[in-house]
């Protein structure tokens, strides 16, 4: 059915109550200001594939949604009239509102404790799935729910006329708005969608070549996948007919050697994508006794609710730890109160003490302007958010419940490490991007929010950082030897991995100061090696090279 005739069916249904006139003002009102939305948006957003795609299936959404209020309309006059009972379930839940102050309930959920995280793991093979969303999936969604507000609501308010039996229609109502309330909610999520794919549609459009580089990496891991699957099978036939599946090998690729080798490569080349960490200035790191290490983390707040904020400790403090048994690691968090009124009372100028509009509870803040006044020296815990993230190096907190996995998620943003699920595209052309998602691991607390957890190399990423850090702050002071000692340490914590080649540089660079050029060479060609893209090391050689000729 054309969108047009659901506007029709419900005209007809208002000439039988005689409320046409009305129906017709509020119709025209809300189609009005939708197109006045559409040709803002059209105006504001550059005109390329994506752009003009996503233009189409905003404004179908645009006229869906008009429909359905229109839809609306109607059956609210009807449960008003012969099912009042059902109004409360009729009436559009108000959205939580956000706003300062405005503080999540934190619920349980299956979060482990350190004993869980050191525990081992059940021998269960992950299976990557990819996530994929575009405009055409977006639309064939929307079309869905078009078509089952015509053929079903629409309809259903159409012929209720005829309906005489008293229980038939207070069941065929009663069934009207749970399709309704079916309805809004599909619509709202489908909202969502849109925003979600202008988001990323954009995004993907101005930093081609990052996600060009992410696609690859996807693309590895579902290689991957796929070859492992093939290595499992149980016969031959089996294993020829996994073969199939995989596109990216060749015909004369068939022994189960030859797969086995490119899964060493896949997992080298995934295992090098990750993104690391970038250790925070305020993390430090106290070892008062061997294989004891504490990561004291000075958190300044001006959240207000006490009960929160000895939650939010715990949850952090006893899930950011490990304990084998031999070694021990834990995050300890110095919870710092500071005041609204202190945040917002800026530096005297001249005799007068000037003072900034300090926000209430429930206000809409600027958050990037509100996190720029902390004071540096500690990671940030506010309020003020739609939802709980982290921004501009400060986490907000949203008004909708929390769960402590999302917590100790978003607390590894603050502490420096980087979401590590992966987001790749397709070129559609006309159609825009497929956005294609993926998790490498669902065991990481950094790429599963969800259900990952703690483990011993995200320690190692803190324990090589702190020793990266001082070994940086030592070079600068001109102890060279001290920052040998430094580097040489985060290598052997963070092993040969790509994440160590900085160190490995940066070693070189000292050496090279202190006169040992043939171990500055050593050194700088396993920064190379490492990361064979990287110029810095390459400029490093050459310079140590040139001074072994003079």
Same mark, same amino acid.
């Given at each position: ?56 299936? @905003? ?14 309309? @109607? ?102 708005? @749970? ?137 952090? @403090? ?233």
């Amino acid at each position: 059915m054309e969108e047009g005739n659901s506007i029709k069916y419900i005209l007809a249904v208002q000439r039988r109550f005689n409320f046409f006139a009305k129906f017709r003002f509020l119709l025209a009102i809300t189609i009005m200001a939708a197109f006045q939305m559409t040709e803002i948006t059209a105006d504001d957003r550059k005109q390329d594939a994506y752009s003009t795609r996503g233009q189409e299936v @905003e404004q179908r959404h645009k006229k869906h949604t008009t429909n359905l209020k229109a839809a609306f309309f @109607e059956l609210e006059r009807i449960v008003k009239q012969e099912r009042p009972d059902l109004l409360s379930t009729l009436e559009d839940p108000e959205r939580r509102l956000y706003g300062y102050q405005l503080i999540p309930a934190i619920i349980p959920d299956s979060s482990g404790t350190c004993a869980d995280n050191s525990a081992e793991m059940q021998e269960e093979t992950y299976r990557p799935k990819t996530s994929r969303f575009s405009w055409p999936i977006t639309d064939a969604r929307l079309e869905k729910l078009m078509g089952k507000l015509d053929d079903v609501l629409v309809s259903k308010l159409a012929s209720l006329m005829a309906i005489s039996d008293a229980d038939i229609r207070h069941k065929t109502i009663e069934a009207m708005v @749970e399709t309704y309330v079916e309805l809004r909610t599909q619509n709202r999520f489908l909202d969502e969608m849109i925003q979600h794919n202008w988001l990323w549609q954009s995004e993907i459009s101005l930093l081609k070549t990052k996600y060009d580089k992410s696609t690859l990496v996807h693309d590895a891991i579902v290689e991957r996948m796929l070859l492992l699957d093939a290595l499992s099978a149980d016969d031959d036939e089996a294993y020829e007919a996994a073969l199939l599946e995989i596109s990216s090998i060749g015909p004369t690729v068939r022994l189960r050697s030859d797969l086995l080798k490119r899964v060493e490569v896949l997992d080298e080349k995934i295992s090098n994508s990750s993104k690391g960490l970038a250790l925070r200035s305020y993390v430090q790191l106290e070892q008062a006794e061997p294989h004891r290490w504490v990561f004291l983390v000075p958190v300044t707040t001006d959240i207000v609710n006490e009960s929160f904020l000895q939650k939010f400790k715990s949850a952090i @403090e006893n899930r950011w730890c490990f304990d084998d048994g031999q070694d021990q690691y834990r995050v300890q968090i110095d919870l710092q109160r500071i005041s609204t009124a202190e945040l917002y009372q800026e530096s005297a100028r001249g005799d007068v003490l000037s003072k900034g509009h300090i926000p209430v509870e429930a206000e809409q803040i600027d958050l990037v302007a509100h996190c720029k006044k902390f004071p540096a020296g500690a990671a940030v815990l506010s309020s003020g958010a739609k939802k709980t993230y982290v921004s501009a190096g400060c986490l907000f907190v949203g008004p909708e419940d929390v769960k402590p996995s999302s917590l100790v998620h978003e607390f590894g943003h603050l502490l420096g490490f980087a979401d590590e699920y992966v987001r790749g595209f397709r070129d559609l052309k006309q159609d825009g991007y497929e956005i294609l998602e993926i998790l490498p691991d669902s065991e990481n607390i950094m790429a599963n929010s969800r259900g990952g957890t703690i483990h011993r190399n995200h320690f190692d990423a803190l324990v090589a950082g702190t020793y990266f850090r001082s070994g940086s702050a030592a070079a600068k002071s001109g102890d060279h030897e001290a920052a040998i000692v430094a580097y040489r340490k985060t290598i052997e914590v963070i092993g040969e991995s790509s994440n160590a080649a900085d160190a490995y540089n940066n070693l070189g660079w000292s050496l090279k100061e202190l006169g040992n050029y043939e171990q500055a060479i050593v050194a700088l060609k396993a920064a190379i090696e490492l990361r064979p893209e990287w110029a810095l090391p390459k400029n490093n050689m050459r310079l140590v090279q040139n001074i072994l000729r003079d």
